[in-house]
């Protein structure tokens, strides 16, 4: 153990996904652009497609690269870029509300949920829509949204819709649906997907994101709310995206598989050695739990293997009440359960931090007792 880690603060709060660095740092020079003063300066990117400030190069890259993973249906689709896909949440929200309805809409998902969507839904306290919480106790009568968040942060499990009425209208959030996180078992084929860089490639700091939708008149919506929110997306964070999915691309295309330079095989692999260091640890120590999942096939990595989310979702055994308390004791910060409309005996651990802060925190893991 280096000296002075024990008093260190091991901040893993957020799912900030710095464990990517050593990966394109090895890459080098192969994803850097040069953007003279004088391009990329209109605000419009094509003003011909729906979404006029699409950069057709990060349109192009993005459909090539779900074809290569096979995680997503691109073809019947129109494709909206957002700030992230925390715009395109919202984006998607006052595309789908019925703005007739003298009510807002509710918006649920089912608990444990991303703590940030009832903090989007309502800090403008809109007209539009609401948030009204777990979508399994849901049981207002007429329209509403879900959002369907699979793998589910902060659990990693594989999620379906829970509400099933007729009225009801989806948003599947598949920021998590990468090979590094859950095996491919399929390409999702839904009405309204988000995907995002921060989660995928690990570029959360370009604040870039993208939706597929099926149908035009949501996307209108959707590419109406940016423009009036930001008039657009900056093209410069577009094109640095699509230099980056374009060598993920290439790197599983070109290289052999089974080689480090494919950035699934790495980032897999590393997900795969965190999680096996964690089970050992919360073993060790006896005083936590973290989920089981059942082992799937992968169809882009071609072997079977189970779920190792962005998150551990750990759980104090015996009695212990309030775990993200107990372990601030024990200079790990994390996210307790409460934020995620459930029981604070759980907390969120994020998974995607350097390896010196990873390395440090399971190590303390392992030597926590009650
Ligand atoms: N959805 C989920 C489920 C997330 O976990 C995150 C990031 N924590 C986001 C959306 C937001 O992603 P972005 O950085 O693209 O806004």
């Known amino acids: ?17 710095t464990m990517y660095e050593n990966y394109w740092q090895k890459k080098g020079d192969e994803t850097t652009i040069v953007i003279p003063g004088w391009q990329f300066m209109s605000y419009f990117s094509d003003a011909t497609n729906l ?10 890259q993005i459909v090539r690269l779900h074809k290569v993973v096979g995680n997503a249906v691109t073809e019947s689709r129109y494709i909206v870029v957002g700030t992230g896909s925390t715009q395109l949440y919202q984006a998607a929200l006052y595309a789908l509300s019925p703005n007739t309805d003298a009510e807002p809409i509710s918006v649920v998902s089912a608990a444990p949920f991303y703590s940030s969507y009832p903090l989007i839904t309502d800090c403008l306290k809109s007209g539009l829509y609401k948030w009204a919480g777990d979508a399994r106790s849901f049981s207002k009568n007429g329209p509403y949204i879900e959002l369907v968040t699979s793998p589910n942060n902060p659990d990693g499990f594989v ?6 009425r007729s009225e009801g209208i989806l948003i599947h959030d598949l920021a998590y649906y990468w090979p590094q996180y859950t095996p491919i078992s399929y390409p999702a084929n839904y009405d309204l997907m988000l995907f995002t860089v921060s989660k995928s490639t690990g570029h959360a700091g370009m604040r870039i994101g993208w939706a ?7 996307a209108k919506k ?34 052999n598989i089974e080689q480090d330079d ?29 989920p089981d999942f059942p082992p799937q096939s992968c169809k882009f990595l071609r072997r079977v ?33 409460k934020h995620f409309g459930f029981s604070p005996k759980y907390v969120r651990i994020s998974m995607l931090d350097r390896d010196k802060n990873y390395d440090t925190f399971v190590e303390r893991m392992s030597r926590i007792r009650s």
């Open 1 to 17: 153990m280096a000296q002075g880690d024990e008093e260190r603060i091991i901040n893993l709060d957020h799912g900030d996904p």
């Open 51 to 60: 979404c006029w400030f699409l950069e057709p190069e990060f349109a192009k």
């Open 159 to 164: 999620r379906h819709s829970v509400v099933n």
């Open 212 to 218: 597929l939708v099926k149908d035009k008149e949501v």
């Open 222 to 255: 959707m590419t109406k709310y940016i423009e009036i929110n930001t008039i657009g997306v900056s093209k410069d964070s577009q094109l640095r995206a699509a230099k980056v999915l374009k060598v993920i691309s290439d790197s599983c295309e070109i290289s």
């Open 262 to 290: 494919s950035f699934f095989e790495f980032s897999y692999r590393l997900m795969a050695k965190r999680w096996k260091q964690l089970r050992q640890a919360v073993h060790q120590s006896g005083l936590f739990s973290v």
């Open 305 to 337: 293997f189970e779920p190792q989310p962005a998150f551990a979702w750990l759980k104090c055994e015996g009695e212990i009440e309030d775990c993200e308390s107990f372990l601030r004791g024990k200079k790990i910060l994390t996210r307790g359960g």
